[in-house]
């Protein structure tokens, strides 16, 4: 799982996006939810399950690149909230309890 810091990551992430899939994962460290989900996807990142990059942003200390995220796709903030791209669309989205790790 990498960490996602600047906005002008989005535009690399959106390209590599062009030859296989990638996460966004919008975490909050406050979160047991978040928290949750991040060892559900570090699991399945350590069993191989999930090949695809994996990029975290922590809402608390990212928040402009989470607002950024959030423009750009045109999707409302939450917390925790997934984002699978390909091919520099949106494949998958949830947050909360919506979130089927099987879909990642």
């Not at 990059?53 to 409302?76: C, D, M």
Request: a positive charge; charged letters at 25%; proline letters at 3%.
């Amino acid at each position: 799982m990498s960490t996602f810091r600047t906005t002008t990551h989005l535009s690399e992430i959106l390209e590599e996006s062009e030859k296989q899939p990638v996460v966004i994962f919008k975490y909050s460290s406050k979160c047991g939810s978040s928290a949750r989900l991040k060892e559900k996807l570090e699991k399945k990142i350590a069993d191989k399950i999930l090949s695809s990059p994996v990029y975290l942003v922590t809402v608390q200390t990212e928040r402009v690149l989470s607002n950024k995220i959030a423009e750009w796709f045109g999707i409302k903030h939450e917390s925790p909230q997934i984002f699978v791209i390909g091919k520099g669309k949106i494949m998958y989205t949830a947050h909360h309890h919506a979130i089927d790790t099987k879909m990642i």
